[in-house]
């Protein structure tokens, strides 16, 4: 499947406890129609969340669904899941974001579950005119995330600005964040960040973040709080030590996930 990735690759490697950011984005079924087809996770969660088109998902444990526009999943792989993310369309545009969240070493064996979000139950937030956001995970305004439950208390926001309006929210200081522009450009302080970028956010309690130019800009602030672990990796597998990893494998191949 064809792909953007802005963390997890050479360049960025880690930002603890996030493990991966990709974006996928196409109106060519050649270019997504192949889906991810049964694969392995242990160790850690995945994170979907559609802007366009519809994935189907089912995995070794009975469990299925169908994510659509607008709609998430938070999957715990815990101890071990096999599943696969296969496109429901073979037209049209598929557009959404993976993201991987690394769990603590006290949770990575814990029992694998599914959080599915309907679209209708991801709560929409006016925050001012022109300011709206999709609250996926975290508080905002005397309201909680669809998600919930998770080790690394995260906020997930997709955030709509109209031109010339601002962001302007607390962030927990104890958490790492940073903010993914899929459409416009956002004004951090000096700093630009286009349609593609990622920027890492620096210490500090507040996010303000504006809209530049006449179209406005849509952007997604992921924040959580850092593990501060030894992590070991390798393809979908992430645990504390290589001898874990070994492991894992072990474990995989004799079908005992």
């Known amino acids: ?25 196409s109106d060519d079924a050649g270019d997504y129609i192949a889906g991810f087809p049964d694969h392995p996770h242990r160790g850690f969660e995945t ?10 998902h089912k995995d070794n444990q009975g469990n299925s669904g169908l994510l659509k526009p607008g709609g998430a999943q938070w999957m715990t792989a815990g101890r071990g899941i096999v599943h696969s993310e296969m496109p429901e369309q073979e037209d049209g545009l598929m557009w959404g974001f993976q993201l991987w969240v690394n769990l603590p070493a006290a949770e990575k064996m814990r029992a694998p579950r599914y959080q599915d979000i309907e ?10 005119d022109g300011v709206r956001v999709r ?89 959580g709080q ?4 030894q992590v070991a990796r390798y393809g979908p597998f992430v645990m504390n030590t290589r001898e874990e990893i070994m492991q894992a494998f072990q474990d995989y191949q004799a079908g005992r996930f």
């Open 1 to 25: 499947m064809r792909l953007k990735r802005s963390l997890g690759g050479p360049e960025l490697q880690l930002f603890d406890p996030f493990l991966l950011l990709d974006e996928f984005r």
């Open 47 to 56: 994170v979907t969340y559609m802007l366009a088109g519809r994935m189907g």
């Open 119 to 128: 679209p209708e139950d991801i709560p929409e937030i006016d925050l001012a």
């Open 135 to 223: 609250l996926v995970a975290g508080d905002l305004a005397g309201q909680t995330g669809a998600v919930r439950d998770i080790a690394v208390n995260p906020i997930y926001w997709d955030v709509h600005l109209e031109a010339g309006r601002t962001l302007d929210e607390a962030l927990p200081t104890a958490h790492n964040a940073f903010i993914y522009v899929y459409d416009g450009t956002v004004t951090l302080a000096e700093t630009r960040v286009q349609t593609g970028e990622m920027a890492l956010l620096s210490d500090g309690d507040r996010l303000a973040a504006s809209a530049a130019g006449e179209s406005g800009a849509r952007f997604l602030v992921i924040a």
């Open 226 to 229: 850092p593990i501060r672990e």
